[in-house]
């Protein structure tokens, strides 16, 4: 199992920039491909952006596409999401996630979650 510790959440204005963090603990990490997921109040959790263990695969939304970015360092356990250019529609609470295998799409295939932290964009 993994343990992930999100961070870097708060409040931005449109059009602004925020980079979430996600700190993993267990031996596994590097072995595993992790991803970002999000939910709105009374919306489904979806897939934000997703990202091989070597770092050498990713994978994002077509809302994102563009203005997110998502990074590994095995070497610190350690995951980022840099969200630029944010938009309203972007709020919502910001989940890391970690599962053995290839990046999957859907919230179900991943085994291992994050507390979450909360993006509030302002228009």
């Known amino acids: 199992q993994v343990q992930l510790v999100e961070s870097g959440g708060g409040l931005v204005q449109a059009g602004g920039s925020l980079r979430l963090s996600c700190a993993a603990s267990g031996r596994t990490f590097s072995s595993r491909a992790m991803g970002w997921f999000r939910q709105a109040p009374g919306k489904e959790r979806e897939f934000v952006a997703g990202i091989s263990w070597s770092g050498g695969n990713t994978d994002y939304a077509k809302s994102v596409k563009g203005r997110f970015t998502i990074s590994r360092d095995n070497a610190k356990n350690s995951v980022a999401l840099q969200m630029d250019s944010l938009k309203p529609e972007d709020t919502a609470v910001y989940y890391c996630?970690?599962?053995?295998?290839?990046?999957?799409?859907?919230?179900?295939?991943?085994?291992?979650w994050g507390q979450g932290t909360q993006v509030t964009v302002s228009s």
């Open positions: 996630a970690a599962r053995a295998g290839n990046i999957q799409n859907t919230a179900n295939f991943w085994g291992s």
